[in-house]
């Protein structure tokens, strides 16, 4: 199983539609848990932390499943800037090593 | 500077050819991180270097990969004997701890 999985998609929706993306992860000890947006030929850019309690940035929600190892991503009343693909990357606990792991991606297109 | 700068943004070069590939995190940021990326692959882990620790090289592909970061700066990252399959985007990120990554604009490397 790898260590971070994600639905490829394309995920391809009406604007002001809700989606939503699932991330799972395979080591029960990861600590930190990220979204990241990536637009084309275009560097990853920090979308939202997840912390335990879930959190809301404006219309995108990020939650954490301990128990189901996996993360979700809700995005509410999308819009056309919104298509892009979205990363889930995942931080094993570990000392000093920060280093995170990313998922494929799932690539979403808002359509007009 | 105000964000991971990365030099060259583009690189063309023969097969069997040397490449450096520069990156300048953001001023205090203890961890640097190298990651390529292919074309519609995911992102690949490739050597970390936090503070003085030894840096984790469990990515780097073969020997023909190596990096260097000089006084807790400015990294190097250095392919040897270039081949084709060396092609892709080298991104560069840094981050303070535990927080997520800022990631540069990356060095698009093509490999003839």
């Known amino acids: 199983r790898k260590e971070v999985e994600q639905d490829p998609g394309p995920f391809n929706v009406p604007e002001g539609a809700t989606v939503a993306f699932n991330c799972t992860y395979s080591?029960?000890?990861?600590?930190?848990f990220f979204w990241y947006r990536q637009d084309c030929r275009k560097e990853p850019k920090l979308l939202m932390s997840?912390?335990?309690s879930g959190n809301e940035d404006g219309r995108f929600t990020a939650q954490l499943n301990r128990a189901s190892q996996y993360i979700s991503l809700l995005i509410r009343d999308s819009k056309l800037s919104d298509s892009a693909t979205y990363l889930c990357?995942?931080?094993?606990?570990?000392?000093?090593?920060?280093?995170?792991?990313f998922g494929k991606g799932t690539l979403l297109t808002v359509n007009p | 500077g105000a964000g991971v700068s990365q030099s060259p943004s583009n690189k063309v070069t023969e097969k069997g050819k040397d490449v450096e590939l520069r990156c300048d995190p953001i001023?205090?940021?203890?961890?640097l991180y190298w990651y390529r990326q292919s074309l519609g692959q995911g992102l690949e882990f490739l050597i970390y270097?936090?503070?003085?620790?030894?840096?984790?090289k469990s990515g780097l592909p073969s020997d023909r990969f190596s990096a260097e970061r000089t006084g807790g700066s400015v990294s190097t990252l250095t392919i040897q004997r270039t081949q084709q399959e060396d092609s892709a985007v080298y991104l560069c990120?840094?981050?303070?701890?535990?927080?997520?990554?800022?990631f540069g604009s990356g060095t698009r490397l093509t490999v003839v």
């Open positions: 990120a840094s981050s303070p701890s535990f927080e997520g990554y800022t």
């Open positions: 080591n029960s000890a990861s600590q930190s």
């Open positions: 997840v912390y335990s």
């Open positions: 990357a995942v931080r094993k606990s570990g000392g000093s090593n920060y280093k995170l792991t």
């Open positions: 001023s205090g940021h203890t961890a």
């Open positions: 270097f936090q503070g003085n620790s030894a840096p984790d």
